[in-house]
């Protein structure tokens, strides 16, 4: 089960963090992988990585850019044929600012990226499933701001609360054209962009007792979600936001 030989996945920002914990398990499982990334020099050293493991392109792609999206996407098909499965991954945080003091253009900056660029990217893969017939697995990464309260950041909450609503719509619209849709919602992990956050005591003293298992999450821990949303056997999951937290949620 869950072999993916012959298949072909594309994570957005999969040069780093959960990104590239997608990427990896992707790669071991036997898929082609694309790995989009605006850092050119990241993208090197996650194919380095993964090269070993499968057939690795790395692209390097702004999806704030419609246009770059729809290049990197032409490329992809052109190396591999088909893309079976799609990550929009690629999103990115903000400084902590009063509500009361942001400015329009940090909204719209968020937007552009977090939201716009997924947009894009999933309907980019829409169109080129719906063309081969074949399905697919569309997969954005959400977080959990989406559902609590996130002060100095409604910005990034609203965005990953947007992407949320587009994958059910996106289950309801095309589930009959065999195209599933799922958000993988992460809890805290040890990333590049959490990284001053986590290291901080105050927060970790007042956060990592909530989390049942009590550790932060690892871009490891999310390699086994990305191999079964792009397999066939979870062919009859669709429209849900999947928590990989280590039961913050719940807590």
Not at 32 to 55: F, H
């Given at each position: ?144 701001s989406s559902i609590f309260g996130m002060p100095r950041g409604q910005h990034y909450a609203a965005t990953k609360a947007g992407v949320n609503a587009v994958i059910r719509g996106l289950a309801v619209e ?78």
């Amino acid at each position: 089960m869950f072999d993916l030989t012959g298949k072909t996945a594309i994570v957005t920002g999969g040069n780093g963090g959960i990104g590239l914990g997608f990427a990896r398990g992707l790669a071991k499982a036997g898929a082609n992988v694309a790995i989009w990334g605006r850092n050119s020099q990241k993208n090197e050293s996650a194919r380095a990585e993964l090269a070993s493991l499968t057939d690795v392109l790395a692209l390097q792609c702004d999806v704030g850019d419609e246009a770059d999206i729809e290049h990197a996407f032409a490329e992809t098909v052109d190396r591999f044929g088909r893309v079976d499965s799609v990550f929009a991954n690629a999103g990115i945080g903000a400084p902590a600012t009063r509500f009361t003091e942001m400015t329009l253009d940090e909204w719209r900056n968020i937007f552009r990226v977090n939201m716009e660029g997924v947009f894009v990217t999933l309907r980019t893969a829409v169109r080129h499933m719906m063309e081969h017939g074949q399905g697919g697995s569309l997969v954005v990464t959400s977080s959990g701001s989406s559902i609590f309260g996130m002060p100095r950041g409604q910005h990034y909450a609203a965005t990953k609360a947007g992407v949320n609503a587009v994958i059910r719509g996106l289950a309801v619209e095309y589930g009959k054209h065999g195209i599933r849709a799922n958000a993988v919602m992460p809890g805290w992990i040890d990333t590049d962009m959490t990284a001053e956050l986590l290291a901080s005591e105050r927060f970790e003293r007042g956060v990592l007792p909530r989390i049942p298992r009590k550790r932060w999450g690892l871009p490891e821990d999310f390699e086994a979600i990305a191999v079964y949303l792009a397999a066939d056997e979870s062919a009859w999951h669709t429209g849900d936001v999947i928590n990989i937290d280590g039961g913050y949620a719940v807590a």
